[in-house]
């Protein structure tokens, strides 16, 4: 076992992040380590961890790193952050209420993460809840997602960002590669360093990682 980024370790087909929490989210792997764990994050449940595998480069994130993350679900991908950022916060909006019940009670059992019940489009409702955001990392199949995007990078002014971007659902009709471009080109203010296509773990989904 290898750590290849800041608390992401890799073994020859798996990777893990190394948590202090041994409760499982989702019905992952957990092996023990010395006084942590190590708990196993599944590709075809997280984009983030399916960009690792495909040789995503900016996955050192930082153990202080403040992160807004648009889009939590019932927090697959936010309990793996959340164990790699284990001394910053993780402010996790959600909109769906049945979602939002899962990543509550997930977040009873860490001290990092804070959940929103929200519409990412409304960021007046909740922008006095984030003290300080260093981070975005959204996750929102919706036809509007670079907007979302925009309006949240305008107000919490991060450094860098991770945009996932789900071609269905801003059009069927066009060539993927050409949605891709003009999406792209309409985000504002940050430039591009990194694109993975997740193909194979999820088909249509690219993750777009950029600074400022
Ligand atoms: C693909 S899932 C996210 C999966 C999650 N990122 C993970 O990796 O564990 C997209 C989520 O975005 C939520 N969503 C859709 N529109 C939203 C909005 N306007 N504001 C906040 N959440 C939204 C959905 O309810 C859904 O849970």
Not at 51 to 72: P, R, S
Not at 165 to 191: D, F, H, M, Q, W
Request: aromatic share 12%; hydrophobic share 35%.
């Amino acid at each position: 076992m290898q750590e290849i980024f800041n608390r992401i370790f890799r073994d020859n087909k798996s990777i893990y992040t190394l948590s202090e929490n041994n409760k499982r989210v989702y019905g992952e792997k957990i092996i023990r380590k010395k006084n942590s764990y190590l708990r196993e994050w599944d590709p075809r449940r997280s984009k983030l961890a399916a960009a690792i595998l495909k040789g995503f480069k900016h996955a050192n994130f930082d153990k202080k790193l403040n992160i807004l993350y648009l889009g939590a679900s019932t927090g697959t991908t936010v309990s793996h952050l959340s164990d790699i950022c284990i001394s910053g916060r993780l402010y996790a909006v959600e909109l769906s209420y049945d979602s939002f019940v899962k990543l509550y009670s997930l977040s009873q059992a860490r001290n990092n993460i804070f959940p929103i019940l929200e519409d990412a489009n409304l960021v007046e409702r909740y922008k006095f809840f984030v003290e300080k955001c260093d981070f975005i990392y959204q996750d929102i199949a919706q036809r509007n997602q670079v907007q979302i995007f925009n309006q949240n990078a305008d107000i919490f002014k991060p450094r860098s960002a991770i945009l996932i971007i789900k071609i269905k659902a801003i059009s069927s009709k066009e060539p993927e590669k050409k949605i891709l471009k003009e999406t792209i080109s309409s985000i504002r203010k940050y430039n591009i360093k990194e694109i993975i296509d997740l193909r194979p773990y999820d088909i249509g989904n690219y993750l777009v990682y950029m600074e400022r």
